[in-house]
C-alpha cells in the first residue's frame, strides 16, 4: 500500500523542474528544488499577485519552518519524493476545494482563465516579471472565478525583452480550441482529453474551409504559421533565443502591444457566447410543468435546503442553473454538471453577474470525465473527486433520461447517487406515462412496464430513507427529500 501510494503522489513531481506537488489529507504541498524556491519567492513577493490573492484570485503559498517540514518528511513516501527533486524546502498552498480541467469547462470558462493568465503576464511585465507558461492547466475555478494556482510559474524576467515564451502555448491551449469549438463543433472535451497542449496550428489547417484560410483570425494563426513552417523548422533554435532591446521602454510598449492583440484574439474567438442546443430553452416552456407546478417543485426544494442546510450541493443534470441558484442563495458552493455546453455557459455567465458560488462543469453523469494523463493519474476521474465531497444531490428531471436514453439500472444510478452524497438526496421520480418520458421511450414503452413508484422507493431504500414525498400535482412526477442511512 505505501508503494501505491508514493507513486500516486509522485505522478504530480515530474513535469515542473522546479518541484513536485502533492495533495495529502486534504493540505496542498509543494517540494521546491533551489530553482522552484527562488520561482516561489518571486511569486510571493509580486504585488500583482498578492492583489490577486487579496481578490481570492490566486492561491496563497508559505513556506513551511524546519520543524513542520521534519514533520512532513517522516513519511517515507514523502522523503523519497523530496530526495528525488533535490529538495530545498516545502510550502503549502490554499486548496480550492472542488478541481476541474479544461475538458470539462463550457467555452466561456476556458475564455475567462485565458483573460486572467493575460492579465496576470501583463501585470508582472511591470514588476520586472514574467509569467513562463501559458496552461489553461495553471487555472481552477472558485464558482465562476478563475483562479491562478501555479506558484512556481512566476520568474525574473529580462529588461528590454519584448517577447512572451507562452505565446504559441496560449495561442494552441486557449486561442484555437475556442474558435474550433465555435466553428466546427468539437467540444473542448474531444480537445483537450487528447491533446495536453491544444491544437496545433497544422492541425486546425486542415479542418479550414480555402475562404477560411485567408480571413480573420486564421490567417495570422493558422495559415502564416504553415506557411512559414519550414523555414522556422530549419532554425527552430533561434526562435527561442534570447532578444534584448536596449531600449527598454520601446521593449515594454512592444510586449504590451503584442499581449492586448492576443487578449483581443481570444476574445474573438470566444465570440458568440450565446447559442442554442436540444436543452437550452428547457427552463422557458419546453419543461412539462405549468406555471403552477414548476412553483410546487421550487417550493419543495426550498424547503429541503432548509432542512438540511447543505455546504456543498452537486446538481446533476442542472439545464439552466435555476435550483443550482436556489442552492447557492441558501449558502451552499454549488457543483452544477450538465452534459450540454450551452446550458453549462448560461450558468457560468449568470454565476459570475450574480456572484453566486457555482461552478458549471460539462459532465454527463452516465458517462462522467474519465481518470487522465500519465498512467492514469494525473488528472482524477470526475466520479473520484466527487465521491463523499457532497452534503447534498440533486437530480431533479434527470433520472429518467438516465434509465430510458442510456439505459442504467435503476438501483445502480441509486448506488451512484449514494457515493456522491454524504446525507441528502433531492431527486424527482417521473412515471412511464409522463409526456417527456414517452418522448424518450419512443415507443419503446414496454421495456418500462415496471417502473412505478412502489418499485422506485424498493430501488433507493437499501442507501436512503424516505423523510419526505411529495407528488406535483396534475403531473406524472413525484419529488423527494431523502436522507442517507446511517
Known amino acids: 500500500m505505501e508503494d501505491q501510494r508514493a507513486a500516486e503522489t509522485l505522478q504530480f513531481s515530474f513535469r515542473d523542474p522546479g518541484g513536485g506537488l502533492i495533495i495529502r489529507e486534504g493540505k496542498v504541498i509543494?517540494?521546491?528544488?533551489?530553482?522552484?524556491?527562488?520561482?516561489?519567492g518571486e511569486?510571493?513577493?509580486?504585488?500583482?499577485?498578492?492583489?490577486?490573492?487579496?481578490?481570492?484570485?490566486?492561491?496563497?503559498?508559505?513556506?513551511?519552518d524546519d520543524e513542520q517540514s521534519r514533520?512532513?518528511?517522516?513519511?517515507?513516501?514523502?522523503?523519497?519524493?523530496?530526495?528525488?527533486?533535490?529538495?530545498?524546502?516545502?510550502?503549502?498552498?490554499?486548496?480550492?476545494?472542488?478541481?476541474?480541467?479544461?475538458?470539462?469547462?463550457?467555452?466561456?470558462?476556458?475564455?475567462?482563465?485565458?483573460?486572467?493568465?493575460?492579465?496576470?503576464?501583463?501585470?508582472?511585465?511591470?514588476?520586472g516579471r514574467g509569467?513562463?507558461?501559458?496552461?489553461?492547466?495553471?487555472?481552477?475555478?472558485?464558482?465562476?472565478?478563475?483562479?491562478?494556482?501555479?506558484?512556481?510559474?512566476?520568474?525574473?524576467?529580462t529588461p528590454g525583452d519584448n517577447r512572451w515564451l507562452g505565446y504559441a502555448q496560449f495561442?494552441?491551449?486557449f486561442v484555437l480550441p475556442l474558435a474550433v469549438a465555435r466553428d466546427f463543433g468539437i467540444p473542448l472535451s474531444q480537445i483537450f482529453l487528447t491533446r495536453r497542449d491544444g491544437l496545433e496550428p497544422e492541425e486546425v489547417y486542415r479542418l479550414l474551409r480555402p475562404w477560411q484560410k485567408l480571413t480573420g483570425l486564421y490567417f495570422g494563426l493558422v495559415t502564416m504559421p504553415r506557411m512559414l513552417g519550414e523555414r522556422r523548422r530549419a532554425s527552430s533554435t533561434a526562435i527561442y533565443r534570447q532578444r534584448?532591446?536596449?531600449?527598454?521602454?520601446?521593449?515594454?510598449?512592444?510586449?504590451?502591444?503584442?499581449?492586448?492583440?492576443?487578449?483581443?484574439?481570444?476574445?474573438?474567438?470566444?465570440?458568440?457566447?450565446?447559442?442554442?442546443?436540444?436543452?437550452?430553452?428547457?427552463?422557458?416552456?419546453?419543461?412539462?410543468?405549468?406555471?403552477?407546478?414548476?412553483?410546487?417543485?421550487?417550493?419543495?426544494?426550498?424547503?429541503?435546503?432548509?432542512?438540511?442546510?447543505?455546504?456543498?450541493?452537486?446538481?446533476v443534470g442542472c439545464n439552466n442553473g435555476h435550483f443550482s441558484a436556489m442552492a447557492a442563495k441558501a449558502g451552499a458552493s454549488v457543483v452544477a454538471v450538465d452534459y450540454d455546453p450551452v446550458v453549462a455557459g448560461q450558468v457560468w455567465r449568470r454565476a459570475r453577474a450574480e456572484s453566486l458560488d457555482v461552478l458549471p462543469l460539462v459532465v454527463d453523469l452516465t458517462r462522467p470525465?474519465?481518470?487522465?494523463?500519465?498512467?492514469?493519474?494525473?488528472?482524477?476521474?470526475?466520479?473520484?473527486?466527487?465521491?463523499?465531497?457532497?452534503d447534498c444531490v440533486f437530480m431533479l428531471a434527470v433520472l429518467h433520461h438516465m434509465l430510458v436514453t442510456e439505459r442504467i439500472p435503476l438501483e445502480s444510478a441509486m448506488e451512484t447517487a449514494a457515493s456522491l452524497t454524504r446525507d441528502a438526496l433531492v431527486i424527482e421520480f417521473v412515471r412511464p406515462d409522463d409526456s417527456m418520458f414517452r418522448r424518450l421511450a419512443r415507443g419503446r414503452d414496454h421495456l418500462h412496464a415496471g417502473l412505478t413508484e412502489e418499485a422506485f422507493e424498493r430501488a433507493f431504500a437499501p442507501w436512503f430513507l424516505q423523510v419526505k414525498k411529495e407528488p406535483i400535482p396534475g403531473a406524472a412526477r413525484t419529488v423527494y427529500l431523502l436522507r442517507k442511512r446511517v
Open 43 to 64: 511569486y510571493r513577493q509580486s504585488p500583482a499577485v498578492k492583489k490577486l490573492i487579496d481578490a481570492g484570485q490566486a492561491v496563497q503559498a508559505r513556506l513551511l
Open 244 to 315: 534584448v532591446d536596449q531600449d527598454e521602454e520601446k521593449a515594454r510598449f512592444v510586449f504590451e502591444s503584442i499581449m492586448r492583440g492576443l487578449r483581443k484574439r481570444l476574445v474573438q474567438a470566444g465570440l458568440p457566447h450565446a447559442g442554442r442546443s436540444t436543452w437550452s430553452d428547457y427552463m422557458s416552456g419546453n419543461n412539462n410543468y405549468s406555471e403552477e407546478q414548476f412553483r410546487f417543485k421550487e417550493k419543495f426544494v426550498g424547503e429541503a435546503l432548509r432542512v438540511v442546510s447543505p455546504k456543498r450541493v452537486l446538481d
Open 369 to 390: 470525465s474519465p481518470a487522465a494523463g500519465w498512467n492514469n493519474k494525473e488528472f482524477p476521474s470526475f466520479l473520484e473527486r466527487a465521491q463523499g465531497h457532497f
Open 30 to 40: 509543494r517540494l521546491l528544488n533551489s530553482s522552484g524556491l527562488r520561482d516561489l
Open 131 to 157: 509569467l513562463k507558461d501559458a496552461t489553461p492547466l495553471n487555472i481552477l475555478f472558485r464558482g465562476p472565478v478563475p483562479v491562478f494556482i501555479d506558484a512556481l510559474s512566476v520568474e525574473k524576467r
Open 71 to 127: 514533520e512532513l518528511l517522516e513519511d517515507e513516501m514523502m522523503r523519497r519524493a523530496y530526495a528525488s527533486i533535490g529538495g530545498e524546502a516545502i510550502a503549502e498552498h490554499d486548496r480550492v476545494e472542488f478541481r476541474s480541467y479544461p475538458y470539462e469547462w463550457p467555452p466561456e470558462m476556458l475564455e475567462a482563465a485565458g483573460i486572467a493568465t493575460i492579465d496576470l503576464a501583463l501585470a508582472l511585465a511591470l514588476e
Open 171 to 173: 495561442v494552441r491551449n
